[in-house]
């Protein structure tokens, strides 16, 4: 079937250290893997993404990786800061008809940076 | 990315009645994806709306229940119909350009509340 597991559910952290996020997907047609992150009360936010041709993208502080052959994809977020408090989640992509992808979630995580 | 809106940002129900939700974009695209927020938890995809074709609903989702209309390339509508109060949730749009262009943006949200 279609899933997408994210681990962990929670992550307190303190500022300055490093935040990891890891999801597995089960689908190897799977080619795209987006990342959002969701503050309190507002829409979720695309942050980061990565495609299945690429092992490895990074934007300042956040990274991303990705292992193919493991289904699996992780999010790395260093130097953390207070203002990276949010949920996030993870998604990875099943095909649709017609060249089009839909979208479905991991159960998020709620991570908390303490000063 | 295109500007998403959706009207009305929230509304309180009584159970037994419907809602619909409008989702606008300020440019032509295909696809169309409706998703549920439930309180605290990550999102799941409701259902596909490909402008000229009937929709296409996630298991445990059905028309009866989430009839979707998309007349055009900029407009679609959720309605959410006999609502009870496991119906409370919010209710996101986001977009797909076109093939191949696997990013989502989603609309700011209508912030559902059945009493």
């Known amino acids: 079937g279609e899933n997408v597991e994210q681990h962990p559910s929670t992550l307190s952290v303190q500022e300055g250290d490093s935040a990891v996020i890891k999801c597995t997907y089960s689908?190897?047609?799977?080619?795209?893997f987006p990342w959002y992150k969701q503050e309190l009360g507002k829409r979720p936010q695309l942050i980061i993404d990565?495609?299945?041709?690429?092992g490895e993208k990074k934007d300042q502080r956040i990274a991303v990786t990705l292992n193919k052959t493991a289904k699996h994809f992780s999010l790395h977020i260093t130097e953390t800061q207070p203002e990276d408090s949010a949920v996030y989640f993870c998604?990875?992509?099943?095909?649709?008809?017609?060249?089009?992808?839909?979208?479905?979630f991991g159960a998020g995580t709620r991570l908390a940076v303490h000063p | 990315s295109a500007v998403i809106s959706q009207k009305p940002s929230r509304d309180i129900c009584q159970r037994g009645t419907s809602l619909t939700i409008q989702c606008q974009v300020d440019?032509?695209?295909?696809?169309m994806f409706w998703y549920r927020q439930q309180p605290g938890q990550s999102l799941t995809l409701i259902a596909t709306?490909?402008?000229?074709?009937?929709?296409?609903?996630e298991s445990g989702f059905v028309i009866d229940k989430f009839p979707i209309s998309r007349p055009n390339l900029t407009f679609s509508t959720l309605t959410v119909s006999n609502m009870s109060p496991e119906d409370s949730s919010i209710y996101l749009c986001?977009?797909?350009?076109?093939?191949?262009?696997?990013?989502?943006?989603f609309g700011p949200g209508t912030r559902l509340t059945v009493t």
């Open positions: 986001s977009v797909g350009y076109r093939p191949g262009i696997d990013e989502q943006y």
């Open positions: 998604a990875a992509s099943f095909p649709l008809s017609g060249g089009y992808n839909k979208l479905i």
């Open positions: 990565i495609r299945s041709n690429v």
């Open positions: 689908d190897s047609a799977s080619n795209y």
């Open positions: 709306a490909n402008q000229g074709s009937e929709a296409t609903y």
């Open positions: 440019s032509q695209v295909t696809m």
